[in-house]
């Protein structure tokens, strides 16, 4: 695994994971000016008295803004960034991951907003996915990642997780990786030494190993509301509510005045090693009239995946699930476009 975060861990970041303090002696604190802290009363993989832990050891630092965010992450060997606390320390603790520098993004405030700059929405990276949940834009103009963020974990850990984190952590089963991939999202990044902007198609290079160089932080995403009449669907298959999905399936359709479908966008997560759009189930949809013949061929073009398999669920069993949970998506945004031509 390359990528667990905003950069990559096995050559500069790793982005994802809270605040980890120096109270124990096998973690050291860079200096004031660098604007270290301790934290230690949140950290129960701590001991209180004693040098043991489970991380191996590491400095800790505690930019305040970006650009200091960014020296670092380009001046320290080893360094990783983090943020939510949702991948990164339990990579640490089996020592998958060993950073020699920890970077805490959590309060460089720069990175986290969401903003209405019209046409787009923009997100910052460190975007609360409970923020996102709750957030009245995100209610009015991109309703499906509400949807999604429902059967992202529990409230506890939308309370922590991150947009940002999530997108470089990019596990195939993730909610958020998923309906930025149905929506077109456009990453931008950011380096001590320039920006670059990557179309979400772009992104993902393989099981989670995400487009970002040496020195790259993801900063924020940009995402395109749909316009005129339309609807969307997130429906997904767990094991267990607050799982990993087995498999899910966001879906967007636009309608002409005629009723006929006049776009349509279809995007599968824990399918493939890298959640993605259907494209050929799209361009049989448009013409069509919504309904049952419509979704059936389409759902059974989205089936045709090259499924992965492993120790739980065979690859027959994710196209099946693919098949029914494109069905169930569609018919759900057309149910929730079709009043929207009255």
């Not at 790793?14 to 303090?21: D, L, N, Q, R, T």
């Not at 429902?150 to 984190?165: C, M």
């Not at 005129?228 to 087995?246: L, Q, T, W």
């Not at 636009?254 to 799209?282: H, K, Q």
Request: glycine share 10%; net charge positive; charged share 20%.
């Amino acid at each position: 695994m390359r990528d667990a975060g905003i950069g990559r861990h096995d050559v500069q970041a790793v982005y994802c994971g809270s605040a980890y303090g120096a109270r124990d002696q096998s973690v050291h604190r860079a200096p004031r000016s660098h604007g270290a802290r301790r934290r230690c009363n949140r950290m129960p993989a701590l001991r209180r008295h004693g040098s043991a832990m489970k991380a191996a050891p590491f400095t800790y630092h505690d930019p305040r803004t970006l650009g200091e965010a960014l020296e670092r992450l380009h001046s320290l060997e080893g360094a990783s960034l983090l943020a939510g606390g949702q991948s990164l320390v339990t990579l640490m603790n089996f020592r998958i991951a060993a950073p020699a520098h920890l970077i805490d993004l959590n309060r460089v405030d720069e990175l986290a907003y969401i903003r209405d700059e019209g046409a787009v929405i923009r997100v910052g990276a460190m975007t609360r996915q409970r923020e996102l949940e709750f957030s009245p834009l995100i209610a009015a103009r991109l309703p499906v990642v509400q949807e999604a963020l429902g059967h992202v974990g529990y409230r506890q850990t939308r309370n922590r997780g991150t947009l940002g984190g999530s997108l470089c952590h990019l596990d195939p089963s993730a909610e958020l990786v998923g309906v930025c991939a149905l929506l077109d999202a456009v990453l931008h990044l950011r380096s001590a030494s320039g920006a670059r902007d990557v179309p979400i198609a772009a992104w993902g290079q393989g099981l989670m190993t995400n487009a970002l160089a040496p020195g790259e932080m993801l900063v924020a995403v940009t995402i395109t509301p749909w316009q005129g009449p339309h609807g969307h669907g997130f429906v997904e298959f767990a094991r267990r509510h607050g799982d990993f999905a087995i498999v899910a399936v966001g879906a967007m359709l636009r309608l002409r005045p005629d009723g006929a479908i006049a776009g349509a966008a279809l995007c599968l997560s824990g399918v493939a090693p890298v959640p993605g759009r259907a494209a050929a189930a799209e361009s049989m949809l448009i013409g069509q009239r919504p309904g049952h013949a419509a979704w059936r061929a389409a759902a059974a073009e989205a089936a045709r995946i090259e499924a992965m398999q492993d120790q739980h669920v065979s690859q027959a069993y994710r196209q099946h699930l693919a098949r029914i949970l494109s069905y169930r998506a569609l018919e759900l945004a057309a149910a929730r476009a079709l009043p929207q031509m009255r």
